[in-house]
């Protein structure tokens, strides 16, 4: 042997399980439907996200200076950026479902970590204003109720598209199917919202998608890790 | 894979067993015993019938099927340790004076071996002072050789947890 190690002998009972365990799955075997390829799955869920994203925006409406803060670099680079990263989570979620081509998951974590780090600090660097806490919740509970209610349908559609998968990272798809969608229901928001208020733009914006995040991934955990266990 | 999807059961037969081989290799260069590399093998199987459903046949094999076999041995490697540190902080928790002891007097073995977590007690006691054999205190207690065997060391080591906590 390649490890010089002496093989060890296998247990009759344990070997004629495993072959009725093959006998078993082969007998009953039924045809299945292929899941589709992540490519086709993302142009359905990105079909989807652009639909909640446009209607949103038309029923909300956009902020007044928006053209005018769209030509200052910073305010672009964000949207951007956000956007970006919305839609790389999105490609890795869907990965993520098919054995064998799941994202390394500690580039992943580090990748989400140093997103969030840099758009905290981009918000970090927006001005404060003298809220009080009363005014401070009164101006944001809409954000955050808003970046909620723009992720939700997206996040279901990836969530399901997960789930027909086959994910062996449960956690890690939950936490890449959160960020895809709360990222972007954030760009949406911050496109609808007035304020550049710096602890405004900090809890109520990133926090819900930090919150939004945390939340796919106990989701994950929990719910796309069900397939192993069916029957 | 694809006469699989379509539901072909001779196919899918020989490829479960051509790649029963390569995983009955690939758990082996991991775990020693080999009862439970059998059951990671299963488990793998299990697994692979149903993400069958998730491979490409326009991808190669390999990757997917090793992904699979990779995972379930990670999944087993972490139960494996959580149920070790469970029966760990079941030792901790034990108190270190055995009830019943005259005050100074040496602890019996009866007394030490009953602050023991149960499945480590009765391994020890079958094995070390009943004289049985590994697989035979294994089949008794519905495990594996290896499992068995893991219980007798951490039995052991609670054991020297114990009288060395007795002596301090």
Redesign the interface.
């Known amino acids: 042997m390649a ?1 010089g190690r002496t ?5 009759l009972a ?2 004629a ?2 072959a009725a ?3 078993q ?3 009953g ?7 589709w ?1 992540p490519a086709r799955r993302l142009a359905l869920w990105l079909a989807i996200e652009c639909g909640v994203v446009v209607a949103a925006l038309v029923a909300s409406g956009w902020r007044a200076d928006l053209a005018a803060r769209l030509t200052s670099p910073g305010f672009a680079s964000e949207i951007v950026l956000l956007i970006a990263v919305g839609l790389g989570s999105a490609v890795l979620a869907l990965l993520a ?6 994202p390394a998951r500690a580039l992943a974590l580090a990748a989400c970590a140093g997103v969030v780090t840099g758009v905290g600090a981009l918000y970090a660097g927006e001005p404060a204003t003298a809220y009080g806490t009363g005014q401070l919740v009164a101006t944001g509970w809409p954000c955050a109720a808003g970046i909620f209610a723009v992720a939700a349908l997206p996040w279901l559609v990836l969530l399901l598209a997960v789930r027909r ?2 994910t ?2 449960p956690g890690l798809a939950g936490l890449l199917s959160g960020s895809a969608t709360f990222f972007i229901a954030a760009a949406a928001v911050r496109v609808a919202c007035p304020s550049d208020e710096r602890w405004h733009l900090l809890v109520f914006h990133l926090g819900s998608v930090v919150f939004g995040a945390a939340a796919s991934v106990v989701l994950g955990l929990v719910w796309l890790s069900r ?2 266990r ?1 029957a | 894979m694809g006469r ?7 196919a ?2 020989l490829l ?2 051509d790649v ?1 081989g390569e995983l009955r290799a690939f758990f ?2 991991r775990v ?4 439970e ?3 990671l ?2 488990e793998a ?3 692979l ?8 046949p326009a991808r190669p094999f390999e ?6 076999a990779r ?1 379930t041995a990670i999944d087993s490697f972490r139960r494996n340790r959580k149920r070790n540190q469970w029966e760990m902080l079941a030792v901790d928790a034990t108190p270190i004076d055995v009830a019943g002891e005259e005050p100074g007097s040496e602890p019996s073995l009866d007394g030490i071996l009953a602050r023991l977590p149960e499945t480590q007690r009765d391994a020890l006691e079958m094995v070390k002072v009943k004289g049985m054999s590994v697989e035979d205190a294994a089949a008794r207690a519905g495990v594996s050789p290896g499992a068995m065997r893991v219980r007798i060391h951490r039995g052991y080591r609670a054991l020297r947890e114990l009288l060395l906590g007795k002596d301090d």
């Open positions: 490890e093989t060890p002998p296998l247990p344990a070997a399980s495993t365990l093959i006998a799955l082969a007998g075997v039924a045809p299945v439907r292929r899941v390829p479902a098919v054995p064998g081509r799941e998968g086959a062996l990272v397939w192993r069916a | 699989v999807q379509a539901g072909d059961g001779e899918y037969r479960l067993e029963s082996r260069r020693r015993d080999a009862e590399v059998e059951d093998l299963q199987l299990l697994t019938h149903r993400a069958r459903h998730t491979y490409d990757p997917w099927l090793y992904a699979i995972n």
